[in-house]
């Protein structure tokens, strides 16, 4: 008897916009799944990727959770964003499979660090490499290697940038990979599970100030092929969760 291969989830919610990337302000469900091989030191989703919340986790099937997207979506076929954590640890192929099979298409963003054969049923992969700020450390051949696995889909990469460090490390792999599309966006540092509003204000007005000076700063540098992009889902419901 074959059992059904599970994947770990953290939280399926939506419809709600995209708020970040190429797929900016389009209407998607967001399957977030559990897990992940890296360590930022700025991740704002610990809840998905550290093992210490696995226990609030859910192993689901591939049919449970297209059952759950149909549920959200009324059973109207939209984008689905999957995301972590790294999706890309999950086996996720299966449920592509049927997804794609109802009509709905998927987008998937991931560091670059695993490759899956499955990449090439994507609609769109963003690989987000992570830069110095984050503290990992970029293989560019596992890089190669996914990019290598997307097949048709649409590739396009995005960088959270901090500070100047950051901005460079971008410039550099958008130079390796000049045929891509690239994204910027101001790094995120609040933790969603920040409750304290004047806190939660202080640091968007960072990230706000972060936002004007990476504009000033890819204006300056005459970058003119890139998109410079907020987090809007930050802006307007701040760094809450399922929104």
Not at 7 to 34: A, D, N, Y
Not at 157 to 178: G, Q
Request: net charge negative; aromatic share 8%.
């Amino acid at each position: 008897m074959n059992v059904p291969e599970t994947i770990w989830i953290s939280e399926i919610f939506g419809p709600t916009i995209q708020g970040e990337g190429s797929l900016l302000g389009q209407p998607t469900v967001f399957v977030r799944t559990g897990g992940c091989d890296y360590r930022c030191s700025w991740c704002d989703s610990l809840y998905a990727v550290d093992s210490h919340h696995r226990k609030d986790w859910i192993e689901m099937t591939a049919e449970e959770i297209l059952a759950r997207v149909s549920i959200l979506s009324g059973g109207r076929p939209l984008m689905v964003s999957l995301s972590g954590g790294n999706p890309a640890i999950q086996p996720l192929g299966g449920l592509l499979a049927l997804g794609k099979a109802a009509g709905y298409a998927f987008a998937l963003e991931t560091q670059g660090s695993v490759a899956k054969d499955w990449f090439a049923e994507l609609d769109v992969l963003t690989i987000s490499p992570k830069p110095p700020s984050s503290g990992m450390q970029t293989d560019w051949q596992k890089l190669q290697n996914c990019l290598d696995a997307a097949g048709k889909a649409a590739v396009v990469l995005k960088f959270v940038i901090l500070d100047e460090a950051d901005y460079l490390y971008a410039r550099e792999v958008a130079r390796r990979f000049s045929n891509l599309s690239v994204y910027l966006q101001p790094c995120n540092n609040i933790q969603p599970d920040v409750k304290d509003k004047k806190i939660v204000s202080a640091e968007t007005e960072q990230i706000n100030g972060r936002m004007l000076w990476l504009v000033a700063r890819v204006l300056d540098d005459g970058w003119f092929s890139v998109r410079v992009l907020p987090q809007l889902h930050v802006m307007l419901w701040g760094n809450v969760r399922g929104v």
